[in-house]
């Protein structure tokens, strides 16, 4: 027994009604939270984009700084007595009026550099390989050669050609850049270069335009140097962190010392330090609050306005539904046949005209099926009265062999057989696609032998077949109809004597792919005046003279082989005439098949 469905059912309108019930409400409960976190997510993009752009900045001025620091050192080799002093021995002595010459000539060179027009530059020194120092002060107070100086050649890699930086315990204020200088002919280490820049000047030149609550830090495994001394714990903070993976600006949000802070850095290449700009959170906060203060009455005035036209369009929605849903039920009560023009929507226009549709091939499948139930009955009598029509055939020919033989007829019984033999194969055929090659020539020799009496010997015939080709499969009846086509159309009406060549072959057998062979019948008939498009020949079983047997032939191989295997007209009138196609075949690995040359017009 059928159960009764238990469900609640309601209307499309009161579904509507409280559906923007439900979305007014959640709407007025997470609409807060919502642009809390969508204006978070926009004052966010705007603080990275405002603190890439500050870092953009600041390293452009590191790197520009670097780059003049970089180009001093060739700047400063380019003078010769330097050079031919840094290039001469460990043990050649320098005296004290040639090592103030080349101080004096530092000096000069040292003001013609980008660096002399700032002034965070406190000195400039080379020390040769063996200790020999050449220094000038620039902006910093004098100092003599100390413990400090010595301290920076300790652990330094003299086979690093980049600009190295450093710093020295109890030298905070001090930033130096370091550079090796080489033999240019050797390639061997001949000094280290030194420039000491003043941290305090060079800081406050990075920060020129940066937000004074936010700060700037430049570290390494072996410094880290902030913009604001207040913000050092912060700074080693930061530092002390996993640098970031990434090679270009890396923005995130890090605790610092309890404080949430964004931080945007970006590790420089030459020299290997990472710079980083950093902004405290509760800014963002802030303004983040005073925006919501002022957004919290517009939104409830969208959501009471949104409430009122969400009414209004439920209603406009549902009133064609309602009217559909009133045809519909014409159409099943039968008043009506098919649903009027909703045009008021578009997508209700599209459904009607789809149901409409939906109808009418309803009533086309029920009038076919109806058609084909009534061809299906009169195919199965038609069916059950030609039962014994092929057995009666047989038996009479039979029985007509038989007379002749007994009354030593042979040529008449030998066509008898031939002609049984025939009728036997397209009863066969019906049951199966392929059949052996060696079995589907013995049909056509059947029909060739009955033609030949018929015409009295007009026709010769060659037949050309490699043997290892006799036990592949080919479709049925492939052969015969060409061969028909071949005698009907081309030999019968021709004056004199007639021949026909039927030649099997396989196309190349040293192809990795599977083999093809190719079957071909050719004839020195009338011939085609122009070569016919075998598919428009019409489907008429009434007009004998057309070449319905080679476009039922073509169709058949197209489906069973694909577009390659079609048939292959090539003609000369009244010389020579060839129909050929391609089937695939296998060949077993332990066979091989001859070569057999393809026949043409010369065998005819």
């Known amino acids: 027994m059928k159960q009764k469905n238990t469900h609640p059912i309601i209307s499309l309108r009161t579904f509507i009604t409280i559906a923007v019930c439900l979305i007014v409400t959640v709407t007025l409960v997470f609409s807060g939270l919502f642009y809390y976190n969508k204006t978070a997510e926009i004052l966010m993009?705007?603080?990275?984009?405002?603190?890439?752009?500050?870092?953009?900045?600041?390293?452009?001025?590191?790197?520009?700084?670097?780059?003049?620091?970089?180009?001093?050192?060739?700047?400063?080799?380019?003078?010769a007595l330097l050079l031919e002093t840094l290039e001469s021995p460990a043990s050649s002595p320098?005296?004290?009026?040639?090592?103030?010459?080349?101080?004096?000539?530092?000096?000069?060179?040292?003001?013609?550099?980008?660096?002399?027009?700032?002034?965070f530059t406190d000195s400039v020194f080379i020390i040769r390989k063996d200790g020999a120092l050449f220094h000038i002060y620039t902006s910093g107070s004098f100092e003599p050669y100390t413990e400090k100086n010595a301290l920076l050649l300790q652990d330094l890699d003299t086979t690093n050609p980049y600009l190295m930086c450093r710093v020295l315990p109890g030298a905070e204020n001090s930033l130096y850049f370091i550079r090796n200088l080489y033999n240019s002919s050797t390639g061997s280490y001949m000094g280290t270069f030194f420039i000491e820049i003043n941290r305090e000047k060079w800081m406050?030149?990075?920060?020129?335009?940066?937000?004074?609550?936010?700060?700037?830090?430049?570290y390494n495994e072996e410094m880290t140097l902030v913009s604001n001394d207040a913000m050092k714990e912060q700074g080693a903070k930061l530092a002390s962190l996993p640098a970031p993976a990434d090679p270009n600006v890396s923005f995130r949000e890090e605790k610092l010392n309890e404080e949430r802070y964004f931080a945007a850095s970006k590790r420089l290449a030459r020299p290997?330090?990472?710079?980083?700009?950093?902004?405290?959170k509760n800014l963002l906060l802030q303004d983040l609050n005073h925006t919501l203060e002022t957004y919290l009455l517009l939104l409830v005035f969208t959501v009471l306005t949104a409430l009122v036209f969400s009414i209004?369009?439920?209603?406009?929605?549902?009133?064609?539904?309602?009217?559909?849903?009133?045809?519909?039920?014409?159409?099943?009560?039968?008043?009506?046949?098919?649903?009027?023009p909703m045009k008021m929507y578009h997508e209700f226009e599209i459904w009607a005209d789809s149901f409409n549709r939906m109808l009418r091939q309803l009533d086309t499948?029920?009038?076919?099926?109806?058609?084909?139930?009534?061809?299906?009955?009169?195919?199965?009598?038609?069916?059950?009265?030609?039962q014994m029509d092929p057995h009666f055939l047989f038996n009479v020919l039979n029985t007509i062999a038989w007379k002749a033989q007994i009354i030593n007829n042979e040529e008449i019984y030998q066509?008898?057989?031939?002609?049984?033999?025939?009728?036997?194969?397209?009863?066969?055929?019906?049951?199966?696609?392929?059949?052996?090659?060696?079995?589907?020539?013995?049909?056509?020799?059947?029909?060739?032998?009955?033609?030949?009496?018929?015409?009295?010997?007009?026709?010769?015939?060659?037949?050309?077949?490699?043997?290892?080709?006799?036990?592949?499969?080919?479709?049925?009846?492939c052969i015969q109809p060409l061969v028909e086509n071949a005698i009907v159309h081309g030999l019968e009406p021709k004056k004199g004597k007639g021949k026909l060549i039927i030649q099997i072959f396989p196309t190349?057998?040293?192809?990795?792919?599977?083999?093809?062979?190719?079957?071909?019948?050719?004839?020195?008939?009338?011939?085609?005046?122009?070569?016919?498009?075998?598919?428009?020949?019409?489907?008429?079983?009434?007009?004998?003279?057309?070449?319905?047997?080679?476009?039922?032939?073509?169709?058949?191989?197209?489906?069973?082989?694909?577009e390659r295997a079609r048939l292959k007209i090539e003609s000369v009138p009244n010389l020579c005439t060839t129909i050929s196609f391609r089937i695939p075949i296998a060949i077993p690995a332990e066979e091989s098949l001859s070569e057999t040359k393809a026949g043409d017009c010369h065998d005819i």
């Open 365 to 386: 499948y029920y009038n076919d099926n109806f058609q084909k139930q009534l061809l299906l009955k009169n195919a199965e009598i038609r069916a059950l009265q030609s």
């Open 508 to 562: 190349d057998c040293r192809e990795a792919a599977p083999s093809e062979m190719e079957v071909a019948i050719i004839d020195n008939g009338l011939g085609f005046a122009e070569i016919p498009d075998v598919r428009s020949i019409p489907s008429s079983s009434s007009d004998t003279h057309t070449h319905i047997g080679l476009k039922n032939l073509d169709k058949r191989l197209e489906l069973l082989f694909g």
């Open 415 to 477: 066509m008898v057989i031939s002609l049984g033999e025939l009728l036997k194969a397209n009863t066969l055929s019906r049951e199966t696609d392929f059949i052996e090659l060696e079995k589907e020539m013995e049909y056509v020799k059947f029909y060739i032998y009955l033609q030949q009496r018929r015409f009295e010997d007009r026709i010769d015939c060659v037949i050309r077949i490699p043997e290892e080709l006799m036990k592949c499969k080919v479709p049925c009846f």
């Open 45 to 79: 993009e705007n603080y990275e984009r405002s603190i890439t752009s500050q870092l953009n900045q600041v390293n452009q001025k590191i790197s520009d700084q670097i780059a003049s620091i970089d180009s001093a050192a060739p700047l400063f080799l380019s003078d």
């Open 204 to 218: 406050k030149y990075c920060v020129e335009g940066l937000d004074p609550s936010w700060f700037i830090c430049l």
């Open 312 to 340: 209004l369009i439920s209603r406009m929605i549902t009133s064609p539904v309602r009217r559909m849903i009133y045809h519909i039920n014409q159409i099943s009560a039968g008043t009506s046949s098919a649903l009027p």
């Open 94 to 119: 320098v005296g004290y009026e040639k090592k103030l010459a080349i101080e004096r000539q530092m000096s000069s060179m040292y003001y013609r550099t980008p660096l002399a027009g700032h002034n």
């Open 272 to 280: 290997e330090i990472t710079s980083a700009v950093v902004a405290p």
